[in-house]
């Protein structure tokens, strides 16, 4: 497989619940990313991980918990969610942190009731 | 505040003809600058970009302007077809750091 990979692609969680969204890379990137896109907005950057490091963390209240095991592989661990968090969560990677083209996966819709 | 503007949220052209997306941006640092499209339910995927050491830059039908003195951006498609129609987002940087994202456009283009 190829790409950016994002799973699930729906997901619907109740407030008090908790869940993990995952990302994979097979490109041999190095950085990866977590964005939140809510409508009639722009893209809200929330996490960036370099060489498996945090680099940036966009002000993200702590009900959400990004995870890099290794530079292919990124998690977006979930819990105690508002229903103004659901949205739709992208990932994407690039080769090079900040000035670089980066690859987007196909996001995961979370709903939260 | 918004670093990058994109002001019309929706664009309708006919097929064949040019369409003309603009992007405004405030921080004279940007120095590298692209487009993407979306479709729905696919994550954004890569379409054209400039450096700001260029004014153009073309690739088949797409066509990135760059103006800095204006600190204006545009995309040119043409000829425009029906599977263009998605939403475009302008994102900027001015290097070492993440991408800027504006709100996007949604291009339609009628048959």
């Known amino acids: 497989e190829t790409g950016v990979t994002q799973t699930p692609r729906h997901l619907v969680m109740g407030m008090t619940n908790k869940k993990s969204l995952k990302c994979e890379q097979h490109l041999g990137h190095n950085a990866m990313y977590w964005y939140k896109q809510s409508a009639k907005k722009p893209l809200e950057l929330m996490f960036v991980?370099?060489?498996?490091?945090?680099?940036e963390n966009n002000s993200v209240p702590s009900r959400f918990s990004p995870e890099c095991p290794n530079s292919s592989h990124l998690f977006l661990h979930l819990h105690t969610l508002q229903p103004e968090d659901s949205a739709l969560y992208l990932c994407a990677s690039s080769q090079v942190f900040g000035t670089d083209t980066q690859y987007f996966g196909p996001g995961t819709r979370l709903t939260v009731l | 505040d918004q670093q990058v503007k994109q002001n019309s949220p929706s664009l309708s052209v006919q097929e064949g003809r040019i369409s003309i997306l603009n992007c405004d941006y405030t921080n004279s640092m940007f120095d590298y600058f692209l487009w993407y499209k979306k479709y729905p339910a696919e994550g954004p995927t890569f379409l054209i970009s400039?450096?700001?050491?260029?004014d153009k830059n073309e690739d088949g039908r797409f066509t990135v302007f760059l103006n800095k003195s204006a600190k204006h951006l545009s995309l040119h498609i043409v000829p425009s077809q029906p599977g263009d129609s998605a939403v475009y987002f302008c994102?900027?940087?001015?290097?070492?750091?993440?991408?800027?994202f504006g709100k996007g456009t949604r291009l339609s283009v009628i048959a």
């Open positions: 994102a900027a940087s001015p290097g070492n750091t993440p991408l800027v």
């Open positions: 991980y370099n060489f498996k490091e945090q680099t």
């Open positions: 400039i450096s700001s050491i260029k």
